[in-house]
């Protein structure tokens, strides 16, 4: 035991006549109010920072995008009083219009079953705007047309014009795969 904590014990025994335990328990009572006294002391005073207030407000003013309408359906059965035109639905990647690889990919085997030439599949992709989904879209192109080669789909002479024409674009090297 800390020598302070028997010092203020002995000490409450002398002022109050009460045995050992008595005082040690009370001893122990004030010690505890006295940090919980400190802790809400600095509480109060972090809760009157105007900035923590500000942002502790905004927690609760923005609302909160869900995964599915499912998902704000329950939120909203739970909250009731929850105010519904703050929580919205995530939208899919396809309806933002930012489809990835796998996305251009369905769209370019579609485009190769119609009979589309490869090589002009990828002066489409070529001259579109540079950035991660050119690149996406590459790449998906890339792989469709590979994987219809080994099918046996498209001619080793169609496939080799394709992937010079694709080193030539400056396209970044498809995945292995």
Known sequence: MPTNFKKLV???MAQT??????????VRAQEFLARF????????????????AARVAAMFAVGTEFPSED???DYLHEHPNADKSKHTVKK???????GGATDWAGEAA???????KPKSLLKDVSQMQTGRGRDQKAQGLFK???????????????FGEFEEAYKEADLPKPHRG
Not at 17 to 26: D, F, I, V, Y
Not at 37 to 52: C, G, K, M, V, Y
Not at 92 to 98: A, I, L, V, Y
């Open 144 to 158: 469709e047309v590979k994987k219809r080669w080994e099918e046996n789909k498209i001619s080793d002479d169609e």
């Open 92 to 98: 899919d990647r396809k309806e933002e219009g930012e």
């Open 37 to 52: 006294r400190s802790f809400t002391d600095e509480l109060r005073a972090r809760l009157a920072n105007p900035t923590l």
């Open 10 to 12: 002995t000490a409450r």
């Open 17 to 26: 006549g009460e045995n050992w335990q008595a005082a040690a328990r009370h």
């Open 110 to 116: 579609s485009a190769l079953d119609a009979g589309e």
């Open 71 to 73: 998902a704000l359906k």
